[in-house]
C-alpha cells in the first residue's frame, strides 16, 4: 500500500476529538510509508462521490465511521481497483467487529496496514424510487419489514441520539408490537436453481457472522466470503412469527420454529401484496424506500484489506 484515503464521518459516534483522531490516523499511515490523505464528509451520502474520487488515486480507501459510513464508501468502490479499508467510529460497528478489527480506530487503521486486497462478493440491490431505479451495493445484510421499519423510523439523526441499549430496546418494542403485513417473496435456490414463492411478514439477508446485540442470532451465520446469500423469511401471522423467532433465536433453536425459513439462494424479489401498505426496506441499517426491491449477488465486486493469513476463518 503506498496511497490511502480516509473519508471521515463527521459526525460518526459523535466524538469531540475527532481533529486530533483524524490527524493520528493521517500519521499512523505516513509512519508506516503510505502516502495519506483525509476528506471529512459535510452531507449525508457525500462519502460515497468522495469515495469514487478517490478510488482513482488510491490502493486503499478507508471508511472512517459507521456502518452508514461503511455502506456509503463501498457504493463508490465496486468494480475500482481501491481496496475498502474500515476504521470504526460509529455505535454498532457490525462490520468492523465481523472483521475482527479492533474497535480503538487507530488499532484497527495499524491491524489493516497488515492486511492484503482480496476481491469478495456484495450484494446488489434494485429498488424504486419516485420513477427511477436505483441500485446499491451492501456488504452486512439486506432486510424488508420490521427491520426496515426501525431504520425507517431512527433515521440518521435521531438515531445517532440514541445509544446502543436505547437502540435496541426500541427495536424490540417495534418487532414486537407493531403490525406488519405479509408481502410477497420470490426467491431462486443456490442449490438446484429452482424459483420458489411464498409469503412472509419480515425477510432478513445477512452477509456476517453476527449482528449483535439483540440481533445477533437473527438471519447470521453467512459471511462476506460465501458465494451465496443466506435469506431468513418470518412467516405470518407476524404476531405469532416475529415474537417466535425472536424466543427462539436466543435459545438457538431456529431449525424448530415453523414460522421461519431460512434457505441459501442466488437472488430473491420481495413485492407487496396491499397496495395500501408501505413495507420498508433497508440495506446495511440505511432506509432505502419501500418494496419491491430485489437483491442479488455480485462476484468479486470489489477489494476488502483482510488478513493475509487464515482469511476464510477470520471471517467465520
Not at 465496486?78 to 470504526?88: C, F, H, I, Q, S
Not at 442466488?266 to 441499517?285: K, M, V
Amino acid at each position: 500500500m503506498h496511497r490511502a484515503t480516509l473519508v471521515v464521518n463527521a459526525s460518526a459516534g459523535r466524538r469531540k476529538d475527532l481533529q486530533m483522531l483524524v490527524h493520528a490516523l493521517t500519521q499512523a499511515l505516513e509512519q508506516s510509508g503510505v502516502q495519506a490523505t483525509a476528506v471529512l464528509t459535510t452531507a449525508a451520502g457525500e462519502a460515497q462521490s468522495i469515495a469514487a474520487a478517490a478510488a482513482n488515486k488510491s490502493d486503499a480507501v478507508f471508511a472512517c465511521g459507521g456502518d452508514g459510513t461503511v455502506h456509503e464508501v463501498l457504493q463508490g468502490l465496486v468494480g475500482t481497483t481501491a481496496a475498502l479499508g474500515v476504521v470504526p467510529l460509529g455505535t454498532a460497528n457490525v462490520f468492523a467487529r465481523n472483521l475482527h478489527l479492533s474497535l480503538n480506530p487507530i488499532k484497527a487503521l495499524e491491524q489493516q496496514l497488515n492486511f492484503e486486497p482480496r476481491a469478495i462478493s456484495v450484494g446488489e440491490a434494485r429498488y424504486i424510487t419516485g420513477e427511477s431505479e436505483v441500485t446499491r451495493y451492501f456488504t452486512v445484510m439486506a432486510g424488508a419489514g420490521p427491520d426496515g421499519a426501525l431504520v425507517y423510523r431512527l433515521l440518521a439523526g435521531k438515531r445517532s441520539k440514541l445509544g446502543r441499549s436505547a437502540y435496541y430496546a426500541h427495536a424490540l418494542r417495534l418487532f414486537l408490537m407493531r403490525k406488519f403485513p405479509a408481502f410477497q417473496v420470490k426467491y431462486r435456490t443456490s442449490d438446484s436453481g429452482k424459483w420458489v414463492e411464498q409469503r412472509g411478514v419480515s425477510v432478513m439477508c445477512s452477509r456476517v457472522v453476527s449482528l449483535g446485540g439483540i440481533f445477533s442470532r437473527l438471519g447470521s451465520g453467512s459471511s462476506p466470503l460465501e458465494s451465496d446469500l443466506l435469506l431468513s423469511i418470518v412467516k405470518p401471522p407476524a404476531r405469532v412469527g416475529l415474537p417466535a423467532w425472536f424466543a427462539l433465536s436466543r435459545i438457538g433453536l431456529n431449525s424448530q420454529n415453523p414460522w421461519l425459513e431460512e434457505v441459501r439462494v442466488s437472488e430473491f424479489l420481495c413485492t407487496p401484496i396491499e397496495t395500501n401498505h408501505r413495507t420498508h426496506a433497508e440495506l446495511d441499517g440505511e432506509w432505502v424506500g419501500n418494496l419491491p426491491m430485489s437483491v442479488r449477488l455480485i462476484p468479486q465486486a470489489v477489494l476488502l484489506l483482510m488478513p493475509k493469513n487464515n482469511l476464510a476463518e477470520r471471517m467465520t
